[in-house]
């Protein structure tokens, strides 16, 4: 009896999709990590208890060596408990009028859909409930969700977010979809995931059908490393492209993973030759438990000055912080611009060099 339910376990198992089959054998637990990662086992223990820790098969396969970049973003470090930094620095909760929609901007709402992801990142902004037992989703806040939305016809453009809204069933997702494309006055739904990135796999033929009957779709995606572009991360992001879904990349400046001119150099334009749009490059927010990613304002700037002029426009994304407090982001510049003055505008161009440009009369 005992070797047919274990025949009709590896049937069922058979038929769950790759991507379900990679999650099942995620680490969740201290003891499940390689001997590299043993020595740290009671701080990796210590710290997953409070911020949980999911690292599945395809993303841990990046590691080269412990503390690499992959490593850092992926496997929890007892550094996250040793800041007193706040939970929700950009003040998400004072601004969701009911649960999971985040209304900062004038014609614009966060929809937080999902609580779960297929890797937990350590600098996560949402550790504060993404991945806890303490803030599952239920059905009835994201019908509050819709009907928010609905209700409020100066919104015109929706970011689903999480967690990752990917890590939803295809009908799930689907059922959301059909229920937001059903307001006349939303015009535009963005799903932001790192799904492309961290489980590529989950991008199937069914969830590219899906997504493109709900068009205009964007999809902001999340690259932060150039060895995070493999052959099954191309293959995704193709996949979403062909489905006539513009694709953007978020990066967040992390220190120890991409805070140097050349790695953000090849990211970026890595990511275009997969028609993938660099986005927006982040500085880290001040959230608990992520002080030792932060970097100096002036690592970006210095990235920025190293991409513009020295590659294609296309691949230079925007540089801003995500002020605290309900600010929103503001894109911070290196100083092109000198001064304006009797009608002459003094610039300085990516090699540093001056020029004048005159103003009309």
């Not at 990679?22 to 409070?50: F, G, R, T, W």
């Not at 059909?178 to 033929?205: N, S």
């Amino acid at each position: 009896m005992h070797e047919k339910f274990k025949k009709l376990e590896t049937i069922q198992a058979k038929k769950l999709p790759e991507w379900k089959r990679i999650l099942e054998k995620s680490v969740v637990n201290a003891k499940d990590l390689p001997k590299v990662c043993q020595s740290d086992a009671d701080d990796i223990k210590k710290v997953s208890e409070l911020y949980p820790m999911c690292i599945n098969p395809y993303y841990f396969s990046l590691i080269k060596a412990k503390d690499d970049p992959i490593y850092k973003q992926c496997v929890p470090s007892i550094q996250e408990v040793q800041d007193n930094l706040p939970e929700d620095p950009l003040s998400e909760e004072t601004t969701s009028p009911v649960p999971c929609i985040v209304h900062r901007y004038p014609d614009r709402v966060l929809f937080t859909i999902s609580n779960k992801c297929a890797m937990y990142c350590r600098f996560c902004t949402r550790k504060r409930k993404v991945g806890t037992e303490r803030r599952i989703i239920t059905k009835d806040e994201i019908i509050q969700g819709v009907l928010y939305i609905a209700s409020h016809p100066e919104v015109r453009d929706v970011i689903l977010s999480g967690g990752d809204p990917l890590m939803l069933e295809d009908g799930e997702l689907e059922d959301i979809l059909k229920k937001l494309r059903q307001i006349r006055h939303l015009e535009i739904i963005r799903i932001g995931t790192r799904i492309p990135c961290v489980l590529p796999q989950r991008v199937t033929k069914e969830l590219c059908d899906i997504l493109k009957k709900y068009h205009p779709v964007y999809i902001n995606t999340h690259f932060n490393h150039p060895r995070e572009i493999t052959e099954e991360s191309r293959r995704a992001c193709n996949m979403l492209a062909d489905a006539g879904i513009p694709l953007g990349n978020q990066s967040v400046l992390l220190k120890g993973v991409n805070d140097s001119p050349s790695k953000m150099k090849k990211l970026v334009q890595k990511l275009l030759s997969m028609r993938v749009k660099p986005y927006y490059i982040y500085m880290a927010d001040m959230v608990r438990g992520t002080n030792h990613f932060r970097t100096k304002l002036e690592t970006g700037l210095k990235i920025i000055k190293a991409i513009r002029g020295w590659t294609s426009g296309m691949a230079v994304p925007h540089f801003v912080i995500d002020a605290p407090n309900g600010g929103g982001k503001i894109p911070i510049l290196p100083g092109y611009l000198v001064k304006c003055e009797d009608g002459k505008v003094f610039l300085k161009n990516y090699q540093d060099n001056d020029y004048v440009y005159t103003e009309p009369n």
